[in-house]
């Protein structure tokens, strides 16, 4: 089945949103081919267990790509590596999806689980996978059928959606 199929509904996002999302999948996407630092299981993830998102931290984290101490993280946990710094002090990360237009309880709740949520990890867990998901939620938007990541929805995706 392809995009093109099916019935959609755009998410309600801001021009900054929309810049959010297609920067974050541009640069996880853009990353080296043996870059290990992505998983959809953990934000962020270390030996130091962060829960709010501080500008020292961030500032401390916008290079996980070049990272050496083990650290991964999800799509949303690669924000401020990708320059998208949290809008204000002390944010814990689901704070920090709002700055994409996204909670992952309440009436955005789709859009975070299309994006963000940690179920991909077992149906669609790489960062092309996800850039991908990301590239058609802003092209497409996301199919009106969707609650919940699964097979087919990452089938679908990968159908029509072809990374560049």
């Known amino acids: 089945m392809h995009a093109t199929e099916?019935?959609?509904?755009?998410?309600?996002l801001t021009a900054q949103h929309r810049e959010n999302f297609r920067k974050l999948a541009?640069?996880?996407?853009?990353?080296?081919?043996?870059?290990?630092g992505f998983s959809m299981v953990d934000y962020c993830s270390s030996r130091r267990q962060d829960t709010f998102l501080?500008?020292?931290?961030?500032e401390a984290?916008?290079?996980?790509?070049?990272?050496?101490?083990?650290?991964?993280?999800?799509?949303?946990?690669?924000?401020?590596?990708?320059?998208?710094?949290?809008?204000?002090?002390?944010m814990d990360w689901c704070a920090y999806a709002a700055d994409f237009g996204c909670q992952p309880e309440?009436?955005?709740r789709?859009?975070?689980?299309?994006?963000?949520?940690?179920?991909?990890t077992y149906h669609a867990p790489t960062r092309a996978d996800a850039a991908m998901r990301v590239h058609y939620m802003l092209d497409y938007?996301?199919?009106?059928?969707?609650?919940?990541?699964?097979r087919e929805w990452a089938a679908i995706v990968a159908a029509s959606y072809e990374v560049k």
């Open 6 to 12: 099916l019935a959609h509904k755009r998410p309600a």
């Open 26 to 36: 541009d640069y996880v996407l853009n990353l080296p081919d043996d870059y290990k």
């Open 54 to 58: 501080d500008i020292a931290l961030w």
């Open 61 to 90: 984290k916008k290079t996980l790509a070049d990272n050496e101490c083990g650290t991964t993280a999800c799509m949303l946990g690669h924000g401020p590596s990708a320059g998208i710094p949290p809008s204000r002090e002390g």
């Open 106 to 108: 309440g009436g955005t």
């Open 110 to 120: 789709s859009l975070w689980n299309w994006a963000f949520s940690g179920e991909w």
């Open 141 to 150: 938007g996301i199919p009106e059928h969707f609650r919940n990541p699964s």
